[in-house]
C-alpha cells in the first residue's frame, strides 16, 4: 500500500468513516451471501418424508444424498466466487496503487477454451470497474455503497442487466466445450441464469425500497 494511501486509511479509522479493507470486506460478504443464496436456488435438496424415517435403509440413503446436497452447494459456492474475488482483488490493487486493471493476468489464471476469452475478458471488466466503484464509495453497509455509486434503481439495473448480459454471452462460449464434459450443462446454465437475474432484481428492490 502507498504512503498516501496509508493516510488516508488513518484518517479514515480517525473520522469513523469506514477503511478500504473496511469497504473490500462488505462486498467481499455480500458476494459470499449472493453465491451462497444462488447455490440454495440452482442445486435440489433432497425431501425427507415422513414414511422414509420408518425404512431405515431409505433414511440412509436420503442422509447420503443429503451430503450429496450440502458438498455440492459448498463447491458450487467456491467455483461460482473465483472469478468474482479475483476481480475485487484487482480492483483493490487499482484502488491502492491507481493503475490500470491487469486483466489479462486474471485470464491467464482461468482455465478457459481460447473461443470463450473475449467474453470473460468483458465479464472482468465489468466487474473490475464496478468493484472499483463501490470501494471508492460513500457508506458503511453494502446498500448505501450501490446507492451511493449507482444513485437510483434504474441506474443500478442498467448496470445489473450488463452483468446478466455478459454472463449469459460467456455461458454461450463455453456451451460446445462444456457439454461433452457435463450432463444436463444447458439446464444447468439456464438455472444459474434465471435464478441470478432474479436475486439481483431483489436485491435492487430491497436496496431502493426506501428511495
Known amino acids: 500500500m502507498q504512503f498516501g494511501a496509508v493516510i488516508f486509511n488513518a484518517l479514515e479509522r480517525a473520522y469513523n468513516v469506514p477503511s478500504l479493507n473496511d469497504k473490500y470486506g462488505i462486498i467481499d460478504t455480500h458476494e459470499r451471501q449472493f453465491a451462497h443464496r444462488l447455490s440454495i436456488k440452482v442445486i435440489d435438496k433432497p425431501k425427507l418424508s415422513v414414511w422414509m424415517i420408518l425404512i431405515p435403509i431409505i433414511f440412509v440413503h436420503y442422509f447420503y444424498r443429503f451430503n450429496k446436497f450440502s458438498t455440492g452447494r459448498k463447491v458450487f459456492t467456491e467455483n461460482y466466487l473465483i472469478s468474482r474475488l479475483r476481480a475485487l482483488g484487482e480492483a483493490l490493487q ?7 486493471p491487469d486483466i489479462e493476468k486474471l485470464v491467464s489464471l482461468a482455465s478457459l477454451p481460447r473461443a470463450a476469452l473475449p ?14 466503484d463501490l470501494l471508492q464509495a460513500d457508506g458503511d453497509t453494502y446498500a448505501e455503497m450501490i446507492r451511493s455509486v449507482y444513485g437510483g ?8 442487466n450488463r452483468l446478466n448480459k455478459a454472463e449469459k454471452v460467456l455461458d454461450r462460449a463455453l456451451k460446445s466445450d462444456m457439454k461433452e464434459h457435463i450432463e444436463g450443462f444447458d439446464e444447468i446454465v439456464a438455472r444459474i441464469e434465471r435464478n441470478s ?10 436496496i431502493f425500497s426506501r428511495s
Not at 487499482?94 to 490500470?100: D, I, N, Q
Not at 434503481?153 to 445489473?160: A, G, H
Open 94 to 100: 487499482v484502488v491502492e496503487s491507481g493503475h490500470k
Open 119 to 132: 467474453a470473460y475478458r468483458d465479464l472482468l471488466r465489468i466487474l473490475i470497474d464496478h468493484y472499483t
Open 153 to 160: 434503481r434504474t441506474d443500478f439495473l442498467l448496470f445489473v
Open 197 to 206: 437475474e432474479t436475486l439481483r432484481r431483489e436485491d435492487a428492490a430491497q
